[in-house]
């Protein structure tokens, strides 16, 4: 069977059975129309209703058979029905069609054989590849370097011995597979489910389900269980790579499974009783230039390819769950992980932005675009590899890690200098702060100064210096002392309360906060994770790297 899409201008658009399609104005429509947006609805087809489901995505209506779609509803399309695109314009009519042998086209068929599972894709083994083979030359010049005799003999005994330790694993690992794929589509039947899937002490997800807290987006597949062993994974240029081979996506559907091998090892870890996560950044969803429906279509889409059950965790937007903070984690083990408790020991964590430097393997490879990877498993104390090491089984690469490490400060440094001062005074005095953002300025006021009937003056709440010099006035006239919680850079600026205080005949310090610019610069990035422990001199922090 075929389902296609016919436009009034001849234009033909072949939907695949379950497979997700982003429709909307560009070549593959005809569509011109600019109130048409490129991602304007998502199509799936349901060849055995023979029907398709259509989820309205862009800010301008479209209509099934003149009935009006608002963004982010759904409605089902039937045989023959007029799907218009936008606005009443652009219509399309749907059409299901027999092959010539009466046989539908689908690539989801059942086996006539009793007993025997739905596949979507026959896993295809290879050996495992060089390094080389993952590397085209460049067009414009090609650069070899010449094998030598005993380089060439040592690495064919390697292939031949990889080979052999691969034979004995394969057929478990497709056997897996066909499980968990049998389980992911018939997923309705719970008892079903049970049977399928490796017991790891939870029972599975029964309905892939979509739910957001924050800036944080949780996908949970049918089939997916909670379990003490988490293999996390990040999805682009781990996963997923480009089609196009850009470095950016030019569309929803400009992507492919990176590795062959990706799948067969992905099913063997469920085998054994792993939960497999996904873990992602996408700040574009918060910066407007990715809308939400549109990625969460593409992660649905992904995971239709993959046919496995697999948790996804998107981080949306800046704060506590963009990685390497660990906000993603800390929710699946706290909220999304039935209960278990994950063993951190029998856990792993695989990415692609792991600091590695330009040339780090043959072929001009560009070096990583960031560290953030590799910085999420140290943070989370879990074993860290790359895709080309865990998928394909490469020497580990090398990488650089960022030139402030927090793990070298002195958690045991005083709190302040000399240790012999007092840091409140009994009688009124002005309290000045001088030291960069994310020094430590405020958590040292509230928790040392404030609680000693300080009167406590910030410009951010205020909004101004004149603000402040009017309240720390204020507070003097009514005999209390002030803490000023400002950079105060410069002499004038801190010359505005030495004069108030000269005036008010009271004394003025100065706190001056010495933590460097790169440890501010760090904390301001963990902050809202962190545990502050030392301030004039250093932090202690539960979250180690921050980018």
């Known amino acids: 069977m075929q389902c296609v899409l016919k436009g009034v201008s001849g234009t033909r658009i072949a939907l695949t059975d379950g497979r997700a399609l982003i429709l909307g104005r560009g070549p593959e429509s005809g569509v011109a129309d600019k109130k048409c947006s490129r991602h304007q609805v998502k199509l799936v087809a349901n060849y055995a209703g023979r029907e398709v489901l259509v989820t309205q995505l862009g800010p301008n209506p479209s209509s099934l058979n003149h009935e009006a779609l608002s963004r982010g509803k759904s409605g089902i399309l039937a045989e023959d029905g007029t799907l218009y695109l936008v606005n009443q314009s652009h219509p399309f009519t749907v059409h299901f069609t027999a092959n010539s042998n009466g046989t539908g086209s689908s690539s989801t068929q059942k086996s006539k054989e009793p007993g025997k599972v739905r596949e979507t894709q026959k896993a295809v083994e290879a050996p495992k590849r ?7 030359p460049s067009p414009k010049k090609s650069v070899k370097r010449p094998h030598s005799s005993e380089e060439d003999e040592a690495e064919q005994k390697r292939g031949r011995t990889e080979v052999s330790d691969d034979d004995d694993s394969e057929k478990a690992a497709e056997e897996n597979l066909r499980k968990l794929q049998s389980l992911a589509e018939r997923v309705s039947s719970s008892q079903q489910a049970s049977e399928k899937m490796p017991q790891t002490g939870s029972s599975a997800c029964l309905k892939s389900h979509w739910q957001k807290t924050g800036h944080l987006i949780l996908y949970t597949a049918a089939g997916v269980r909670g379990s003490s062993k988490i293999a996390g994974f990040d999805i682009d240029g781990c996963i997923i790579t480009t089609k196009s081979g850009k470095v950016f996506p030019t569309g929803p559907d400009d992507w492919r499974i990176l590795y062959p091998e990706i799948k067969r090892k992905l099913a063997s870890l469920l085998g ?15 910066k407007g230039s ?17 046919q496995l059950p697999v948790q996804v965790f998107v981080a949306a937007g800046p704060g506590i769950y963009r990685k390497p903070v660990t906000g993603m984690w800390k929710h699946l083990c706290e909220e999304a992980n039935d209960g278990i408790p994950v063993d ?23 070096k990583d675009f960031s560290c953030s990877d590799r910085l999420f498993a140290l943070n989370l104390g879990l074993q860290f590899e790359t895709p080309e090491e865990y998928f394909l089984g490469w020497k580990k690469a090398p990488y650089n890690m960022p030139s402030f490490d927090p793990r070298k400060l002195d958690p045991n440094g005083r709190l302040h200098d000399p240790p012999s001062a007092s840091l409140t005074s009994s009688t009124p005095e002005v309290v000045v702060a001088v030291g960069f953002p994310g020094a430590g300025k405020s958590t040292f006021f509230h928790k040392h100064i404030v ?8 410009r951010d709440t205020l909004g101004s210096w004149q603000n402040c010099v009017s309240a720390c006035e204020k507070a003097l006239k009514q005999g209390r002392s002030v803490a000023i919680d400002n950079t105060n850079p410069d002499l004038e600026s801190r010359k505005r309360y030495i004069d108030v205080s000269i005036k008010a005949g009271v004394p003025c310090r100065c706190f001056n906060f010495t933590a460097s610019m790169e440890l501010a610069r760090h904390n301001n990035k963990v902050s809202s994770d962190c545990i502050f422990f030392l301030s004039s001199v250093a932090f202690q922090q539960t979250l180690l790297f921050a980018q």
Not at 272 to 286: C, H, L, P, R
């Open 451 to 458: 609680p000693k009937d300080y009167t406590y003056v910030n």
């Open 130 to 136: 060089r390094i080389q083979d993952f590397f085209q």
């Open 344 to 366: 951190k020991s029998q856990s792993f964590y695989v990415g692609d932005a792991a600091g590695r430097p330009a040339n780090w393997a043959p072929g001009k490879k560009k």
């Open 272 to 286: 054994s009783g792993y939960k497999v996560v996904f873990f992602t950044n996408q700040m574009g969803i918060a």
């Open 290 to 306: 990715l809308k939400e429906e549109v990625f969460k279509s593409k992660v649905e889409d992904i995971l239709q390819t993959l």
